[in-house]
């Protein structure tokens, strides 16, 4: 096996702009994964590498729409490496469930690469490494934004390679940056021989957070939700419904995870533990039970067919490219919906002591408010998804945006009584509704074929929206003293996007039949 420090110089090197070769260091452990796969079954590596790339090939171009097969799936949908070392369609229940089961465990495995995960990191870093907030948040914001712009080409290789590898690849990914991250210290020591001891601290921070963003944040949740989304069709906001609010329960106990093994390991051998998981226990167990989509296994979604009247509303006749989505006014109408719950979000978040402190209240008071958010976005999460299926998602869309209406007019009217609750309650339900959207709207309005572009594009867009907010934020309370005209600013993008909302149709609708 190649060193460490070869396989990331080598490989991070590699670009070709007709490609998604921006992320090659990932199709790179999953291409010394297929080698010590194949060596373990025998035979040449290169003969199994000419079957596999034929395989790839053939993968998901017959059936161009979702209808369900008639019966099982055709010899020219299945792949044979989808059956080993099981077939799924010999388990006694629909595989897809199982699917599900894995899906909210890769989510939940990409928490250290959340904020959620990084925030219990913050303190004790800023105090080992000895640099200031002001240091480690700019190292932050950077990797993020940095990251963002992989995000399309990563589902552009997700497409090429699927779920089960882009799975494999992206967890063993995040648990090498983690163990490199638990070393962050030695490196710094090492590169302050050859630069300023903060120069070589903070690039060091940049650099392994834009890596951590990728592989957790990024491609590792864009793997696991989108494989769910492939499984299902009728019942797919059903499947996106116990998803995210599995997820709700497992990101909600991390920090507390995080921080009491902090406190008895150090944040150092914390990383390291986290690192050594991923890698040799959770990488490997997604390798084995991750599948890219229900034909490849001979099955089809939802694990039977449905009747013409069922179908009416989650039926995909076309397979929409990358190019013909950025052309449609839903897209544009649910990505900069969501792209703006993102950035309230994390500004809200961010700075939620200096915003409830500036409304005459005690700041701590302002972490209250998470606890019945959560509750109130996991019964909307349940409830949406189960209506998903049955309802225009257009309509999802409008009552988001009313939501998040409602929770930037109480937050622009802070105060105890009625402005907190509108900000619980918006808040809840948009977070709800969030969730939903964000696994249905792009398998339902253009198809499977290029979820992982059309869902990468849209992701960027999140992501860079994100890594602004709290800066954004912080420069109007240094400009103005207050937030009021962020929240002002927000609540009039809301509403201006609620005259679009209604608009937003599912393009499947307007193809010829």
Avoid at 75 to 91: D, Y
Avoid at 260 to 276: C, D, F, P, V, Y
Wanted: net charge positive.
């Amino acid at each position: 096996m190649l060193p460490t420090h070869i396989l990331f110089s080598e490989s991070l090197f590699l670009f070709s702009p007709d490609s998604p070769s921006l992320v090659i260091w990932h199709y790179t452990l999953c291409h010394m994964a297929f080698k010590l796969f194949f060596s373990s079954l025998g035979g040449s590596y290169m003969d199994r590498m000419i079957f596999l790339n034929g395989c790839t090939a053939n993968y998901s171009v017959h059936n161009h729409s979702d209808r369900p097969l008639s019966g099982r799936a055709s010899k020219s949908m299945k792949r044979p490496l989808e059956q080993i070392p099981f077939n799924p369609a010999r388990w006694p229940f629909f595989y897809g469930w199982v699917i599900l089961f894995w899906g909210v465990v890769g989510v939940v495995l990409s928490v250290p690469g959340q904020t959620t995960g990084v925030s219990a990191f913050i303190e004790p870093l800023i105090e080992g490494l000895g640099i200031s907030r002001m240091q480690i948040s700019g190292a932050y914001m950077f990797g993020t934004l940095a990251s963002s712009f992989l995000l399309t080409p990563a589902g552009k290789l997700f497409d090429r390679i699927g779920a089960r590898w882009m799975g494999f690849g992206s967890c063993a990914a995040l648990g090498i940056v983690l163990l490199l991250l638990s070393q962050t210290g030695r490196f710094a020591t090492q590169l302050a021989k050859l630069m300023p001891e903060h120069v070589a601290v903070i690039g060091l921070l940049s650099l392994l957070f834009l890596l951590l963003r990728l592989s957790g944040q990024g491609i590792l949740t864009m793997a696991s939700r989108n494989m769910v989304m492939k499984w299902f069709n009728h019942h797919r906001g059903l499947a996106s419904g116990i998803s995210g609010a599995a997820v709700s329960f497992g990101f909600s106990y991390t920090p507390t995870l995080f921080s009491g093994m902090i406190a008895e390991r150090g944040w150092s051998g914390t990383w390291l533990l986290l690192g050594i998981l991923l890698v040799l226990v959770f990488a490997p167990l997604l390798l084995l039970f991750f599948r890219d989509n229900p034909e490849a296994s001979g099955l089809i979604p939802d694990g039977k067919a449905h009747s013409s009247n069922d179908r009416d509303k989650t039926e995909t006749f076309h397979q929409f490219t990358l190019a013909e989505t950025r052309r449609t006014l839903p897209f544009w109408a649910f990505t900069l919906t969501m792209s703006l719950q993102a950035l309230v979000l994390t500004a809200v978040t961010f700075h939620i002591e200096s915003i409830f402190n500036l409304a005459g209240m005690n700041g701590s008071k302002g972490f209250e408010i998470f606890p019945p958010i959560a509750f109130i976005s996991i019964a909307v999460t349940l409830l949406g998804g189960w209506l998903s299926d049955r309802t225009q998602l257009r309509w999802f869309l409008v009552a988001m945006l009313l939501a998040m209406a409602v929770n930037l007019f109480g937050l622009s009217r802070l105060a105890p009584g009625w402005p907190v609750a509108c900000l619980i309650v918006g808040g809840g339900v948009a977070n709800g509704l969030f969730g939903i959207l964000m696994s249905v709207t792009w398998p339902r309005y253009y198809g499977r074929e290029h979820l992982g572009a059309i869902s990468g594009l849209c992701m960027t867009f999140m992501v860079i929206f994100s890594s602004i907010g709290p800066a954004l934020y912080s420069t109007i309370l240094k400009l103005t003293g207050s937030y009021a005209i962020g929240n002002l600013a927000s609540l009039l993008a809301a509403l201006a996007l609620l005259g679009v909302a209604a608009r937003a149709r599912n393009p499947q609708r307007e193809q010829p039949s």
